[in-house]
């Protein structure tokens, strides 16, 4: 076993080793990780066998060698920050807040501060503790990239609530997307698994041989010749779902370099000075609707898309009313 800088182990498959699950091999080699530890971090690509990633269930052979790289210790508290929050309700049981592009949600490995739950833990006096020490509130989460409503829990009921309305699809969650290329149709469907990719295991993919089910419904907004804006509607919530059931479609979101986008904006020249004022995926979570967890009330909240995603579309606007 070697180490180095503290973060990345190496071990080297015994005979008497033989057939072991990964994950089981890894939580007996580091007495500090536990099964389901060791497992999430081969799910996120930190687990190699061979200098390639690997199945949580992968059974090992004599002489593989193993490596992990172990993420920096998370902190026990989180740090209450002074940032400001754009609220668009608050009382005793939720509050609902827009998260700007570029902000992660909760603290994680590279992301202890400037995060919305170091936001709200300025903010709030309490939050539902059912999501963890570091997801104080956070029933669901968007994407550092994407803007848009996300709805706080203040108590544990009113996380418990709202937890089962996402279960039974009873939140309705609408997104704009700006996304490469011309769709056929007006409308459609996209019925797809989500899961890890294959072979990069940071990233998500319909070609998994476990995704879970996923479903996205999309609608025409307007049409700008090379690109097209959308609305998506998400009745699950997979992780990157809408950006990777686009770029299954042929049409990934602009600015998404994870899921091929980049490559697509070579396309057009004229576009880059706009992209220019954009640095993430066109997409923002615009429409949220559920019922209040106390109450009962149905509530819907709208928000304008940010000022970068409506440059964007004004310069392809003012482009298609040349032609």
């Not at 007996?28 to 060791?38: E, Y």
């Not at 009921?157 to 309705?172: C, D, G, N, T, Y």
């Not at 004229?270 to 609707?289: N, P």
Request: charged share 30%; net charge positive; hydrophobic share 40%.
């Amino acid at each position: 076993m070697t180490q180095e800088e503290g973060k990345r182990l190496e071990f080297i498959v015994a005979e008497g080793e033989q057939g072991l699950r990964l994950d089981v091999f890894l939580s007996q080699k580091d007495p500090t990780l536990s099964r389901s530890q060791a497992r999430r971090l081969i799910e996120d690509g930190d687990a190699l066998v061979d200098g390639k990633p690997a199945r949580v269930s992968h059974r090992l052979k004599p002489g593989e060698k193993v490596s992990l790289r172990k993420p920096p210790p998370v902190p026990s508290e989180i740090v209450p920050e002074e940032i400001p929050l754009d609220i668009y309700y608050e009382d005793e049981a939720i509050l609902v807040v827009e998260k700007p592009a570029g902000m992660v949600v909760h603290p994680a490995a590279g992301n202890y501060r400037g995060t919305l739950v170091n936001a709200l833990q300025f903010h709030c006096r309490s939050l539902s503790g059912i999501g963890g020490v570091m997801r104080p509130g956070i029933v669901h989460r968007l994407d550092k990239g994407t803007s848009g409503l996300m709805v706080i829990a203040k108590s544990d009921e009113a996380h418990r609530h709202l937890s089962e309305q996402f279960k039974m699809r009873l939140v309705s969650k609408h997104y704009t997307a700006l996304v490469h290329g011309n769709l056929r149709g007006e409308e459609g469907i996209v019925d797809a698994p989500v899961g890890r990719h294959p072979v990069e295991r940071k990233k998500m993919s319909t070609a998994s041989r476990r995704g879970k089910s996923a479903l996205t419904r999309w609608k025409v907004l307007e049409r700008f010749g090379a690109f097209t804006l959308l609305e998506a509607k998400i009745e699950t919530g997979r992780t990157h779902q809408i950006r990777v059931h686009l770029s299954a479609m042929g049409h990934p979101v602009v600015g998404d370099s994870v899921y091929g986008a980049s490559k697509r904006a070579a396309e057009a020249p004229a576009l880059r000075a706009a992209l220019k004022k954009i640095s993430r995926q066109a997409l923002h979570a615009g429409r949220l609707s559920f019922a209040h967890p106390v109450t009962g009330q149905e509530m819907t909240f709208e928000s304008p898309l940010p000022e970068d995603m409506a440059e964007v579309i004004h310069f392809l606007r003012e482009k298609a009313a040349e032609k």
